[in-house]
């Protein structure tokens, strides 16, 4: 099932680490505008999959377009230039202690300007920087937080902060890689919403892996489920044989999912 106008397209993609195939021949693409949430079972490959797709696990062979444009085998400019049009937001939301809310979302365009980190001190950074930040803020309802560093913000306020940042870089593309797992139900459900709620008002693309079953008919236009490191459901969320989804959860623990866990925290 390939979209007609294809904002992320995979083709074939594997990714092995020495003899341990993580990823054999997985293809799909995310359309324009287009939800997509990325299902399977620790160790299905989900996590290497976000992170090849992004340039931050080497693919063995295969191909990963960004609007076009080649990631896997890109020079470090390409390469940069791609990441920019992505927005990542993290499972253990990846904020600077030591900067404020305010800082960590000017963090969102770090790469985009010639004094790089610096860019994160209100003194230095551009006065439009400064008010598209304020305005990022204000978005996930944390403009009263600005102040504050992520140790005095809870968990969920913390990942709306994440969400922020990636409003910052402007993409055309979010890859949220389990982003409400290391939230209680009742702040991943209210981050889950802010989050699609933001995509869909943005117009934006997404790449969402996710656990909960009930989630993914819930907010996915479109279901992806990995399986052993091979796409075994692909297709409209209203369209999906609950059978097909119960599968990707069946049968025993591959010998490769404790490895998979580790390369993925590295």
Same mark, same amino acid.
């Given at each position: 099932?390939?979209?007609?106008?294809?904002?992320?397209?995979?083709?074939?993609?594997?990714?092995?680490?020495?003899?341990?195939?993580?990823?054999?021949?997985?293809?799909?693409?995310?359309?324009?505008?287009?939800?997509? =949430? %990325?299902? !399977?079972?620790? +160790?299905?490959?989900?996590?290497?999959?976000?992170?090849?797709? #992004?340039?931050? *696990?080497? /693919?063995?062979?295969?191909?990963?377009?960004?609007?076009?444009?080649?990631?896997?085998?890109?020079?470090?400019?390409?390469?940069?230039?791609?990441?920019?049009?992505?927005?990542?937001?993290?499972?253990?939301?990846?904020?600077?202690?030591?900067?404020?809310?305010?800082?960590? =979302? %000017?963090? !969102?365009?770090? +790469?985009?300007?010639?004094?790089?980190?610096?860019?994160?001190? #209100?003194?230095? *950074?551009? /006065?439009?920087?400064?008010?598209?930040?304020?305005?990022?803020?204000?978005?996930?309802?944390?403009?009263?937080?600005?102040?504050?560093?992520?140790?005095?913000?809870?968990?969920?306020?913390?990942?709306?902060?994440?969400?922020?940042?990636?409003?910052?870089?402007?993409?055309?593309?979010?890859?949220?890689?389990?982003?409400?797992?290391?939230?209680?139900?009742?702040?991943?459900?209210?981050?889950?919403?802010?989050?699609?709620?933001?995509?869909?008002?943005?117009?934006?693309?997404?790449?969402?892996?996710?656990?909960?079953?009930?989630?993914?008919?819930?907010?996915?236009?479109?279901?992806?489920?990995?399986?052993?490191?091979?796409?075994?459901?692909?297709?409209?969320?209203?369209?999906?044989?609950?059978?097909?989804?119960?599968?990707?959860?069946?049968?025993?623990?591959?010998?490769?999912?404790?490895?998979?866990?580790?390369?993925?925290?590295?």
């Amino acid at each position: 099932m390939t979209p007609p106008d294809p904002v992320l397209d995979v083709r074939d993609l594997h990714v092995s680490y020495g003899d341990l195939r993580i990823l054999r021949g997985v293809t799909f693409a995310v359309g324009r505008g287009e939800g997509v =949430v %990325l299902l !399977g079972a620790n +160790g299905s490959g989900k996590s290497t999959l976000m992170r090849a797709i #992004n340039g931050l *696990a080497p /693919a063995s062979s295969g191909r990963v377009a960004l609007d076009g444009a080649q990631i896997i085998g890109a020079r470090r400019p390409a390469l940069r230039m791609a990441r920019r049009r992505m927005g990542y937001v993290f499972q253990q939301f990846n904020l600077v202690p030591q900067l404020s809310a305010f800082q960590n =979302v %000017l963090f !969102g365009v770090m +790469g985009q300007r010639p004094l790089g980190i610096l860019n994160c001190l #209100n003194a230095v *950074a551009r /006065a439009e920087d400064r008010e598209h930040a304020l305005s990022c803020l204000e978005r996930v309802g944390l403009a009263d937080r600005a102040g504050h560093r992520p140790t005095e913000l809870s968990g969920g306020q913390q990942q709306r902060v994440a969400i922020a940042r990636m409003l910052m870089q402007r993409p055309s593309m979010v890859v949220a890689d389990e982003p409400i797992a290391s939230l209680d139900p009742k702040a991943g459900r209210e981050v889950l919403d802010l989050l699609w709620r933001i995509v869909d008002d943005e117009g934006l693309s997404m790449l969402c892996s996710l656990h909960q079953l009930d989630l993914a008919r819930e907010y996915a236009d479109r279901v992806i489920g990995l399986k052993a490191g091979k796409v075994q459901v692909n297709a409209a969320t209203g369209s999906i044989d609950p059978a097909g989804l119960d599968g990707l959860y069946d049968g025993a623990t591959r010998p490769e999912d404790a490895t998979e866990t580790k390369i993925a925290a590295v």
